[in-house]
């Protein structure tokens, strides 16, 4: 069973600024409803029982508005806004649920991961990236369905047009599994036109093993001074560890771009 999550945010968001200069991205509202809170409630729908949140002293306000604030708690029982009280009651039961864990430099994904090495219990943990929102069908449960029957790990996938392989994380294909779910042989983070395997891409959901930790441990920082996951994971598939990539149904929304973050609530309210 996977039991935990990992979500790290303690990313600059410089892609978002002047919106996120002084307000985590993660908070910001898609259709009146923080990003995050859509990363919870998928999470909690797969079955998650404890999610850590990678924060940095920048991002504290995150902490904040996931605390039980007694000012409000006293506010909100008075005004008996069946609304309100709904959320609020939301927003302790995701509380319960989450650790807080540092990473005050922001040294890449990889590196963030790693920060919660002392926190994971079980052979494998679930880690999502919230800039990528996929809804009309919960990702992370048709992947955690595929590592029950597979006892490998697993990552989203997506076709993207060959034109923007420079933005992804791209696999190369091993073996056909079926329409849905294809092992793979590679995976290099960010590759040129020229050297990049397929037009497949890796998205923001991954079912990885524990034993990544030890890599991560061991991992030098790329060209651009920044520890991927990625690398992590490329060596894992080198040392035989079975990864599955999962196109999965649901419709993708990059909210880490001005442009994406806008045409999510747009398409979100259309829902
Ligand atoms: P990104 O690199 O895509 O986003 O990280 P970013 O750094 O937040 O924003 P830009 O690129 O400056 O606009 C993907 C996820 O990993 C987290 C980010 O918070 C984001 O959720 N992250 C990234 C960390 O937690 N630590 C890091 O060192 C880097």
């Known amino acids: ?39 919870l409630d998928e999470c909690i729908e797969a079955g998650i029982k404890e999610i850590i949140f990678i924060i940095s002293k920048k991002k504290e306000l995150i902490k904040t508005y996931f605390h039980n604030d007694h000012f409000y708690r006293k506010i909100i029982k008075k005004k008996k806004d069946k609304r ?27 590196d963030a991961i790693l920060k919660s090495r002392k926190f994971v219990k079980d052979k494998f943990f679930l880690m999502l990236l919230p800039d990528d929102l996929i809804i009309n ?25 060959k034109k923007t392989v420079s933005r992804w994380g791209i696999y190369k294909l091993k073996k056909k599994l079926d329409n849905e779910n294809f092992i793979i042989n590679d995976v290099i983070e960010k590759p040129s036109k020229k050297n990049a395997p397929s037009n497949k891409a890796v998205i923001g959901r991954y079912i990885l093993p524990k034993t990544i930790f030890s890599k991560l441990n061991h991992q030098k920082p790329s060209k651009g001074g920044e520890v991927h996951i990625t690398d992590s994971i490329r060596s894992l598939i080198k040392d035989e560890n079975k990864f599955i990539a999962h196109n999965f149904k649901g419709k993708y929304l990059d909210c880490g771009t001005l442009d994406g973050y806008i045409k999510s609530g747009l398409e979100i309210s259309n829902l």
């Open 137 to 161: 069908n919960n990702c992370s449960k048709s992947m955690i369905k595929i590592h029950k029957k597979y006892k490998s790990s697993v990552m989203a996938s997506m076709t993207v047009d």
């Open 1 to 39: 069973m996977i039991k935990q999550a990992i979500i790290p945010l303690a990313g600059l968001g410089t892609r978002l600024l002047p919106l996120t200069s002084v307000f985590p991205k993660e908070l910001l509202p898609i259709n009146g409803k923080p990003g995050i809170e859509y990363i």
């Open 84 to 110: 309100i009280q709904y959320e609020y009651k939301k927003i302790l039961k995701y509380k319960k649920m989450i650790k807080f864990v540092y990473q005050n430099k922001p040294l890449g994904t990889g």
